[in-house]
Structures are given as C-alpha cells and as structure tokens.
DNA sequence: ACTAATCTAATCATGCCCCGCATGATTAGCGCATTAGT
C-alpha cells in the first residue's frame, strides 16, 4: 500500500465526517448498552484474577512501561513504516525482548495517537486559514465604506460647484453659443457621475465658463484623474 | 466460504507524582470490522 493510499485510509477526508463532530458524551442506547456489558466483564475479570492470582500471579497483567531504549526503538521503526507485518513484528519482538502482542499493541496505539496528532494539526490549519479570511473580510468592508462615504462627498461637492457655475455663467449665453464639445462632455459627466437630474444643465453653458469651471474641479481635486478623460 | 490475523475506535488501567497526563492494555466490531491466505 503506498503512502498515501495509507494516509487516506487513517485519514480519508479532509472534511470531517459528522460523527467525528457530534458529541461524544450523548453515546446512544446501543453503545451505552455495549458499554455496560464492557464494564462487567471487566469487574469480573478483576474480581476473579483477585481471588486466583493474588500471591503475584497477576504480574504478567500488571501494566509494564517500555523502557526508552525500547521506545525509542519502536519509534524509529514506526517511522520507517506505520504498518506493523508479522515478520517485522517478531523481530522487533525478538530484538527488543518483548511479547509480539505488546509490540502489535504499541503499534495500534500510536497509529492512534498519530492519527489525532493529525486531526488536530489540520484543524489548527483550518482555523488559522478561517481566521485570516475573517481579518481581510473585515479590511475589504471597511475599505468598502470609505469608498461609499468619498463617493458621497464627491457627489455633494459636484451639485455644489455646478449649482455655483450655473449661478456665475447663467443666461448669459444662448443655447447656439454652445459647442459640441460641450454637449460630449455633458453626456460623459452624466455618464460618470449619474448627475442627469442634479446640478445646472451644462448643455447651455458657454465653452469659457465650462472649461474654468472644470479646471476649478480638477484643482480643487474633486475630480482626480476623471478630467483626463474628458479632454 | 472459512478462518486467522489484523485493523480502528473507544475505553479502561496504571504509573508518575499529587491530579491530570502519557501510555500500555483490552474490547467490540450488530447490514455481525476488514484483509489475506487457503
């Protein structure tokens, strides 16, 4: 089996199945049912290896920590490779002076323990790349806002001028005074600010007045860098 | 098809140090685990 087909037989999705969120404390009755009967075979099993074996007979159930040469043995050898085979198992067996199923039993477990190490890391992965997209939400929002709030000004400021510059150049010329440019130009800035039903209508205003009052746009900034596209 | 070996997941038990953690050991598997050899 390669690597990875090993990898996605421990670990086979990276979306967590549901049963790997539900709670854990609300077993159903099936399991609690398994659960007790584990429990009372376990007591048993206490209670007659008591009453048999108490003169140091239970030694052999007696819990034996691996020394760290051992350890440290299994360690590499589960490096090298989780899978335990039968003839690995022997000789790691033979070589470490242990019993084949304590060394079949240390494999299990620390596939296990190698597994939730796993789960864990990727969750912690999960949440880091969560976070960061959560962080730069909140800077695409806000950035969002600032937008919306100068478009509003710019739009205040332009009724203004334009209400100005339909005062200052007003009546003073007929409409047969005004260029074609002039009339491009409107329909551009209709175009660009959505101003149709606000401010004077350029359409009458004389070239002179339309360009100052453009240049007093571009200066005062209002416009940014809109000017160039009109001229 | 049958069987033995092995697996995962859950849980218990124990040792180390003072209560919780690390780790060795046990058990079930329920549409009755899966896999590999015969």
Redesign the pocket.
Known sequence: ?SPQEEER??FPSFVFPE??LAD?ST?DS??EQ??A???R???K??QSSAAGESAGGDD???????SDEQ?QFLEMSFRED?????PR?EKLAAELGL????V??????????Y?SKLIEEEFSKLRAAHDAVVVHNCHLEAELLRLKERLAETEEEQSKAMAAAARAGGGGSSPSSSSFSTVTHHAAMVEQFGMEDAGPDLTYMSEYAYNNYLMDLEGSGYLGGAYNQFS
Do not use: C, Y
């Open positions: 089996m037989r421990m049963s790997f854990a077993p099936g399991g398994k659960k009967g584990r429990q075979r376990r007591r099993a206490r052999a159930a007696r819990k034996r920590k691996l350890a989780r899978k335990l085979e039968t198992k019993d084949t199923k304590q079949a039993v240390w494999f299990q477990n620390r596939r296990a323990r597994k």
